[in-house]
C-alpha cells in the first residue's frame, strides 16, 4: 500500500458541491498519474463552517479539517479574470491560514472565470447530448467553443434560457429539465482535455499540482 491523499474542499453554494466534487477528484487523479509511487485517493469531502467572513471562514476550516492533506477553496471570480478575486478574497484568506498555526496551510484556490456554470460549458456537445436536444449551440446562444465560454458575464443565465428554449415543445405534462439536474452527470463525464481549453481551469490544475508537490507526491 503506498501513501494517501486526502482531499477537503469548500464552496459558495450547493449546487457547487455537486460539480466541483468531481472535477476537483479527476484533476487530482489525473495529476497523480505522473507520481512514481503509489498514492490512493480518497473521494474529496465537501466542508464548512459559519463565519462573517470569508477571511475567518477560510481560517477557521483550515484549523478544524487540518487533518486534510490538501483543502480547495472555490470562490467565483464574478468578472473576466481571476486576478481581483485573488487579490481581495484568495491572499487574504490564505496569508492568514499561513499565519495561524496547527493549520491545514496546503491549499488550493478553484476559481471558475465569472462562475461554476462556466466550467459546465467545456465540451459543448457533451452539454447539448446531456440537455437532449437537436439544438445547435448557434440556435441555443451558446458559445461552440471552449475559448468563448469564459467571455460570457452570466453563464448561469444563458444556461436557463437555453434550457428554456431548449425544450419550448415540451409538454407541461412532462418535467422539464433543470439546470440543477446537469451539476452531476456533466461533471463527471466533462475530460480534462476539455477543460485545459479553459484559461482558469488551467490555473486551477497548476494550484493543484504545486500542492502535490509540497506533499512530495510529485517533483
Not at 456537445?125 to 471552449?146: M, Q, R, S, Y
Amino acid at each position: 500500500m503506498g501513501n494517501i491523499l486526502q482531499i477537503a474542499y469548500t464552496v459558495e453554494g450547493e449546487t457547487d458541491k455537486r460539480f466541483l466534487g468531481n472535477i476537483i477528484e479527476k484533476t487530482f487523479e489525473s495529476l497523480l498519474l505522473e507520481s512514481k509511487t503509489e498514492i490512493e485517493i480518497h473521494r474529496p469531502v465537501c466542508v464548512d463552517v459559519k463565519k462573517e467572513t470569508f477571511i475567518e471562514r477560510i481560517k477557521e476550516i483550515a484549523l478544524k479539517y487540518n487533518y486534510f492533506h490538501v483543502i480547495c477553496v472555490h470562490c467565483d471570480s464574478d468578472a473576466p479574470s481571476t486576478r481581483r478575486v485573488i487579490e481581495r478574497k484568495i491572499n487574504p484568506a490564505f496569508n492568514s491560514v499561513y499565519n495561524t498555526k496547527n493549520t491545514c496551510n496546503n491549499l488550493v484556490a478553484v476559481i471558475p472565470v465569472q462562475m461554476t456554470e462556466a466550467w459546465m460549458l467545456a465540451d459543448i456537445d457533451l452539454f447539448l447530448k446531456e440537455i437532449n436536444t437537436g439544438k445547435t449551440c448557434v440556435e441555443l446562444n451558446l458559445p461552440c467553443h471552449a475559448r468563448q465560454v469564459e467571455s460570457i458575464a452570466n453563464p448561469k443565465n444563458r444556461i436557463e434560457t437555453a434550457l428554456r428554449e431548449a425544450h419550448s415543445n415540451v409538454s407541461r405534462r412532462r418535467r422539464r429539465l433543470r439546470l440543477s439536474d446537469l451539476y452531476t452527470p456533466v461533471s463527471q463525464k466533462l475530460t480534462m482535455e476539455k477543460l485545459e481549453e479553459l484559461p482558469s481551469f488551467i490555473e486551477f490544475k497548476e494550484n493543484a499540482r504545486r500542492s502535490l508537490m509540497k506533499l512530495n507526491y510529485l517533483h
